[in-house]
């Protein structure tokens, strides 16, 4: 469990104080204190942004520009929070905020946009989610339902929205992945628009922008987009009476002369509408990798390039291709050009390195999956992590490793999970196997064992603890004979005599301590 989600479990469980909602005005109860909502947006934006693609680098103007809208809105919010605002190199259709004012927008939401004032409807409903606690309230609500089980469950993993990636996040990284993916309920759309609306008004914007904004999701959502559906739709589903709402709201807080900006937003976003055929061809590629039709993948890829050179995922895209048809020589220079042009993106850290153990350069795989890790910790970096430790000898560092990812259900979750047993279960067989003790009629005590593992075992010590009638504890051994077998169940007459007096069961102890892998 992250140090963040031991602090917000215990900030969360133990501290209960009565506010004043910055944005709504109403009392209300806090258990996440405003620092402990700073410190979630700071630890949780990087992994959030990688998880949905990383950082849009290829246009920093368009980023600069967006930035630039986000903080006018955020200059006249009823909250004063360290506002940040990035666009995402993602094409689904989307924007999302943390706690603590950390707010992205996906390219692709910015594709369907058609002015300024459109993207001030967005971005300004998003501050509202910050402001107003949204985000907070939702973990609130989550910790009132779940109690501690909720953060505990925090720490396992989500499979990202990446379309460019499957990774899978796992540890603290999986607490980003819960905020984004937070639903919020109907009272916090409406606040979200209604005071989004307010901040759009005190920034001089024109109001008409929300409506029509509404009107075409709720037409969109009518049509069922699926990007749209995956997107922004799943988290702030629209409806007529959200278009309504807007409409009043438009109508009371009437703004003379206020800014549409159609020229600048166009202008703005010029580069990312003329290059958008090459991010079209990107994901088909992607698309044609995961068939298997390797060609195709890097034909597609090629054509990207020739419209968007400097995009870092085209070439990645290349490098894997290569990869997959296993020229690593060709693969490690096109990680290597992805990387040269976004040096924070975790997936291409975790392909070179991947790269770089197929070429033998074992230290330089160890070097990029830690750095891998450091942007977003994945199940199949920890996987190779421990592959690597193990190589070298290190059992201890490689049972961490191992350990980490081992909790995940995923092809390298499963390998991590086999690998750490093997290293683990001699060491520890009490911890794998399932042991209880019973008699049959004739009152012989018993043992049932059952194996879950995917190793069949011998060797096995039964140790049988209880105390005497002078209170001194005893202990008692035995050592089964034969094999069990992967998944398999025994029952074995421990050899230790009859049970005289039922109850007596209840007051013993049994463990194995001992186990041998059968090789």
């Known amino acids: 469990m992250s140090r ?12 209960v104080a009565c506010a004043t909602n910055p944005v709504t005005g109403d009392k209300e109860l806090a258990f996440v204190s405003e620092t402990t909502e700073l410190e979630i947006g700071r630890e949780e934006y990087g992994p959030s942004r990688q998880m949905q693609g990383g950082d849009f680098n290829a246009d920093p103007e368009l980023t600069a520009y967006v930035s630039g809208v986000g903080q006018r809105l955020a200059a006249v919010s009823d909250r004063k929070l360290p506002y940040e605002f990035v666009v995402l190199n993602n094409s689904v259709p989307n924007a999302w905020a943390l706690p603590g004012g950390k707010i992205a927008v996906n390219r692709g939401l910015l594709l369907e946009l058609d002015n300024e004032a459109e993207l001030a409807a967005v971005l300004g409903h998003e501050v509202v989610h910050s402001a107003a606690r949204h985000g907070a309230k939702g973990m609130e609500r989550g910790m009132l339902l779940k109690g501690a089980v909720t953060a505990a469950g925090m720490a396992t993993s989500v499979a990202t929205d990446d379309p460019g990636y499957a990774a899978i996040a796992i540890g603290g990284a999986t607490l980003a992945a819960n905020l984004i993916n937070q639903r919020y309920g109907r009272d916090a759309e409406r606040e979200a628009d209604l005071y989004g609306m307010e901040y759009m008004a005190r920034a001089g914007y024109d109001l008409k922008a929300a409506v029509t904004l509404q009107e075409t999701f709720e037409r969109l959502s009518s049509e069922q987009r699926q990007d749209w559906l995956s997107g922004l739709f799943a988290s702030h589903p629209p409806s007529r009476e959200r278009v309504d709402n807007n409409k009043v709201t438009a109508r009371r807080l009437e703004v003379k002369d206020g800014k549409v900006g159609r020229e600048p937003y166009q202008k703005a976003t010029a580069h990312l509408q003329k290059t958008k055929p090459a991010y079209d061809a990107y994901e088909e590629g992607v698309s044609r990798l995961k068939a298997a039709d390797l060609e195709e993948a890097r034909r597609l890829a090629e054509k990207a390039l020739k419209m968007e050179p400097r995009e870092a995922r085209f070439h990645a895209l290349l490098g894997d291709a290569d990869f ?8 490690l220079e096109n990680y290597d050009r992805a990387l040269a042009r976004d040096p924070r993106y975790f ?11 197929q070429l033998g350069d074992l230290s330089g795989a160890k070097e990029d999956l830690a750095q891998s890790v450091k942007l977003l910790p994945t199940v199949e970096s920890y996987n190779v992590l421990g592959q690597l430790a193990l190589a070298e000898g290190d059992r201890g560092q ?12 995923t092809g390298p979750g499963r390998e991590a999970l086999r690998s750490l047993t093997e290293l683990d279960l001699p060491d520890n067989p009490n911890r ?8 049959n009629q004739r009152g012989d005590l018993l043992a049932y064992l059952a194996n879950p593992t995917h190793l069949t075992l011998r060797d096995l010590r039964l140790v049988i603890r209880y105390r005497d009638p002078g209170g001194r504890m005893r202990e008692l051994t035995r050592i089964l004979p034969g094999r069990i077998g992967a998944g398999q169940k025994l029952r074995v007459d421990t050899g230790l005599g009859p049970v005289t007096d ?5 007051r013993l102890q049994v463990a194995v301590d001992r186990a041998q892998i059968v090789e």
């Open 432 to 439: 794998y196997l399932k042991v209880r003790l019973g008699a």
């Open 502 to 506: 039922p109850k007596m069961l209840s």
């Open 324 to 331: 997959a048809g296993k020229n690593y020589k060709k693969a």
């Open 4 to 15: 963040l989600i031991l602090i917000f479990t215990a900030a969360s469980l133990l501290l």
């Open 398 to 409: 490689a049972k961490d490793f191992f350990r980490q990812a081992a909790g995940s259900e």
């Open 347 to 357: 997936a291409f850290y975790l392909q070179r390195g991947l790269t770089k153990r």
